[in-house]
């Protein structure tokens, strides 16, 4: 069972940034291609990003583009989730899941591992 690990979350003012982290525990995670989703209060949890297992391909929510930026450093087994110019419609729970991708530069088609998540909440 692979255990992801985020950090990074809190309070922020509207236009301000925060940068997320997830590590899998006890795993290594260039084995893993990853990715970020949100969900917030009262509605359904949607995509964020997506990032291949060596960080080579990247994938994001159209109205997320040029604000967000997802990243990997395989070398510190973790990635990276930075946002910014961030606008309370922003506040959500934010996981972090992954799928085995143990070759190739693929995204993942199903998550099969999840973190808790991480609470942002951006303040008007």
């Known amino acids: 069972q692979v255990q992801l690990v985020e950090s990074g979350g809190g309070l922020v003012q509207a236009g301000g940034s925060l940068r997320l982290s997830c590590t899998p525990s006890?795993?290594?995670?260039?084995?893993?291609?990853m990715g970020w989703f949100r969900q917030a209060p009262g509605k359904e949890r949607e995509f964020v990003a997506a990032?291949?297992?060596?960080?080579?391909?990247?994938s994001y929510r159209d109205s997320l583009k040029g604000r967000f930026t997802i990243s990997r450093d395989n070398a510190k087994n973790t990635m990276y989730l930075q946002m910014n110019t961030l606008k309370p419609e922003d506040t959500a729970v934010y996981y972090c899941?992954?799928?085995?991708?143990?070759?190739?530069?693929?995204?993942?088609?199903?998550?099969?591992?999840w973190g808790q998540g991480t609470q942002v909440t951006v303040s008007s």
């Open positions: 899941a992954a799928c085995l991708r143990d070759y190739g530069e693929l995204f993942c088609t199903e998550y099969k591992y």
């Open positions: 006890g795993r290594t995670l260039s084995n893993y291609a």
């Open positions: 990032i291949t297992r060596l960080g080579r391909s990247s």
